[in-house]
């Protein structure tokens, strides 16, 4: 538009310059556009091992699945006082036994595309290929579902004797399920994070304006509750978003500042980075943001938590004004 301030002479000197403009514009149609990025490459961790024989579950039915239906009250109840909790992963649970002596026994399980460990050899259990280990801080248990799902279980007690006792204890309870194909529906409501995918709330183009990250990968998480663009290590640069169960967000560390992301509550976090002997830790900036409370029989004031950050090296400020701003677009398109 013409400022109504301009000189009335002054819309006729614009045609020579529109003229030119037009003149201009046509010369540059001979000159083809810069070839359009194309879309990162899916990276999804496959298990190296064969599946499990003795199973009917499928793949499909573990993602729907809630992973606390695994763990058996009172079977846990067998060895002292005990109790299950979800897990901060929508795909995990946890149990906690405290026994007659004293000792306490901490059970995990969960769904994952690969083994909890790399070093698993395979046994069969009642008909059922199970896969353990000999870590001696944990009793491990996995059954391999499909090249690209494992349900994983883990014990750990203070009395070394009876982590791998309790372990097999719980694996002996869930095989009936295995075996037949039943399991516990998941009871996730319809706007739970738990049924969106993190990668689909980004795209390439956002996530390329990291400076230094590979533009040719991006790796999915389980069930699409996480997705990191770029190289998936600390000492590269990359961005993530994030689900997961906790607390509401607070501003407890250094450098934390306590704001709103769409509305809602949220902490800006950003980190230094380090290094060691072994590797580089590069800078990143977090930021977390509540996007629905959970309702918990305990009365536990807990929420359903989206983390999004980037890494890499560059001025903090400039970190966390990009994790701010991909966060933001994040959160505008999560479900209402």
């Not at 403009?21 to 496959?46: D, H, K, M, N, R």
């Not at 992973?67 to 795909?91: H, M, N, Y």
């Not at 075996?179 to 390439?204: E, F, I, V, W, Y």
């Not at 400076?211 to 998480?221: A, K, L, N, S, W």
């Amino acid at each position: 538009m013409i400022s109504a301030r301009r000189r009335r002479g002054a819309a006729t000197s614009l045609w020579p310059v529109l003229a030119s403009v037009v003149l201009l514009l046509a010369g540059c149609t001979t000159e083809s556009a810069p070839p359009e990025q194309p879309p990162p490459a899916s990276i999804i961790a496959t298990v190296t091992v064969p599946p499990s024989s003795g199973i009917t579950i499928t793949a499909e039915q573990l993602s729907n699945s809630d992973p606390c239906g695994l763990l058996d009250s009172q079977v846990l109840s067998k060895f002292g006082d005990a109790e299950i909790e979800i897990d901060f992963r929508f795909t995990g649970c946890n149990g906690e036994i405290s026994s007659p002596a004293g000792d306490q026994v901490r059970i995990s399980v969960g769904f994952d595309f690969d083994l909890s460990s790399l070093s698993m050899a395979p046994s069969i259990r009642h008909g059922v290929t199970v896969y353990r280990d000999g870590d001696p801080n944990w009793c491990r248990r996995s059954i391999v579902v499909s090249p690209a799902a494992a349900i994983n279980l883990a014990v750990a007690a203070d009395a070394e004797s009876t982590r791998c006792q309790v372990a097999d204890a719980v694996l002996d309870a869930m095989l009936p399920q295995l075996r037949q194909g039943q399991l516990t529906p998941a009871n996730h409501p319809p706007n739970s994070l738990a049924k969106l995918d993190a990668c689909r709330l980004l795209n390439h183009t956002e996530t390329h304006e990291v400076p230094g990250i590979d533009r040719t990968q991006v790796y999915p998480g389980y069930n699409g509750h996480h997705c990191t663009w770029g190289k998936e290590t600390v000492s590269d640069p990359h961005v993530y978003v994030a689900f997961n169960r906790s607390f509401p967000p607070e501003a407890k560390s250094t450098g934390a500042v306590a704001t709103t992301i769409a509305g809602r509550p949220a902490v800006v976090d950003p980190f230094a980075g380090g290094e060691n002997d072994s590797y580089r830790t590069l800078p990143d900036c977090n930021v977390e943001f509540a996007y629905r409370p959970l309702d918990r029989p305990s009365g536990v004031r807990t929420v359903e938590l989206v983390h999004v950050g980037v890494s890499f090296d560059g001025p903090e400020k400039a970190r966390c004004e990009l994790a701010t701003a991909l966060a933001t677009k994040v959160a505008e398109r999560l479900p209402s």
